[in-house]
C-alpha cells in the first residue's frame, strides 16, 4: 500500500491500521517526517520532494492500494505504481476525471472515499484501538476559540497527526 501524506492526521492513522491489517507500506511525507512515519511501522518512506512513481516503482513490492490525502500531480502519477487489479482511494474529489480515465486506460480503478460513521468499521477500530493501535498523534491542543489558528496551522503543512480543540466542560466555571 502507497500512502500520499501519510504523516497527517488522516495518513498516520492510515498506516497504523494498514501495518495491524498486515500490509507493506510505503509512506510520501517531507523527509524531515521520516522518522514519525518509520516510527507508526511505515515499511519504506519516500520523500514528497521526489519523483514519487519512480522512487515507489523501485521498490521490489506489487502495489494493490493507493491511498491519496493530497490529491495533485503526485495522484495522478502514482496510478503508475499500482499492479494489475489495483486501486487508488482518494480522500479528495478535486479533478478526479483525469485520474478515472487514466485509471481505465492502465486497467486499474480510481475512487473517492467520504467519511462514513459505518458500524462494521467503527467496531473494527475500536477493537483494533483496544489493543493499543492505531494511536492518535496529538499535533496540537488548541481552544476553542482559536480553531480559525488551528485550521490555518494544519493548512501550513508542517504538522504531525491531528490538531485537538478542547472545550470548557458546559456550565458555571
Ligand atoms: N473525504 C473525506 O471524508 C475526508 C476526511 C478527512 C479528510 N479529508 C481530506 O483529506 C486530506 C488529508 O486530511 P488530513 O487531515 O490528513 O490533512 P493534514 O493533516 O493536513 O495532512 C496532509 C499531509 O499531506 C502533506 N501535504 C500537504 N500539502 C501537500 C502537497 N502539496 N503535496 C504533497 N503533500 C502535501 C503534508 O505532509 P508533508 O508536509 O509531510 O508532505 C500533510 O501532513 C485533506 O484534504 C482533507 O480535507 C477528506
Partial sequence: MLVLGAAGGVGHLAVQVAKARGAYVIGTASADKHDFLRGLGTDEAIDRAADIA??????????DVV???????????SLDTLGPGG????SLP???DEVTRRAAELGVRATNIVVEHERAAMTGIATLAGSGRPR???????????????????EAGGALGKPVLTVRPWGPS
Avoid at 491511498?67 to 502519477?77: E, I, K, P, Q
Wanted: hydrophobic share 50%; aromatic share 4%.
Fill in 136 to 154: 492518535a498523534h496529538i499535533a496540537g491542543t488548541y481552544p476553542l476559540a482559536e480553531v480559525a489558528k488551528a485550521h490555518m496551522d494544519a
Fill in 87 to 90: 486501486v487508488l482511494v482518494s
Fill in 94 to 96: 478535486v479533478d478526479f
Fill in 54 to 63: 519512480k522512487e515507489a516503482r523501485d521498490i521490489d513490492v506489487v502495489l
Fill in 67 to 77: 491511498l491519496d490525502l493530497v490529491g495533485g500531480t503526485d495522484r495522478l502519477r
